[in-house]
Nanobody, 125 residues
């Protein structure tokens, strides 16, 4: 099991940017696939972006493609989510999640074993 802690959330105006970080501890992180999810009030938790452990390949939800970028630094046990051109509909609690040895990046929350506590992102119009 790996412990995950998110940071970097906050309040930003529409069109602005935020950079979220997910810091892992407890085990080496390099063989974990990592996903970012978000949950808005009254809505289901949804997949945002994911990154492979094996080749660094990335996948994104259509709603954030070309605006968000996921990256990882295994030396620092960290995964980041750079969010640009933010919209009010991006407002949610953002979670990072991880699963060891996952080959294909899954988009379902059930596919991930370890979760952080979440960080709030609020985008004002």
């Amino acid at each position: 099991q790996v412990q995950l802690v998110e940071s970097g959330g906050g309040l930003v105006q529409a069109g602005g940017s935020l950079r979220l970080s997910c810091l892992a501890s407890g085990r080496p992180f390099s063989n974990y696939a990592v996903g970012w999810f978000r949950q808005a009030p009254g809505k289901e938790r949804e997949f945002v972006a994911g990154i492979s452990w094996r080749d660094g390949s990335r996948t994104y939800a259509d709603s954030v493609k070309d605006r968000f970028t996921i990256s990882r630094d295994n030396a620092k046990n960290a995964v980041a989510l750079q969010m640009n051109s933010l919209k009010p509909e991006d407002t949610a609690v953002y979670y990072c999640a991880a699963r060891k040895w996952m080959i294909a990046i899954a988009r379902t929350r059930e596919s991930y074993d370890d979760w952080g506590q979440g960080t709030q992102v609020t985008v004002s119009s």
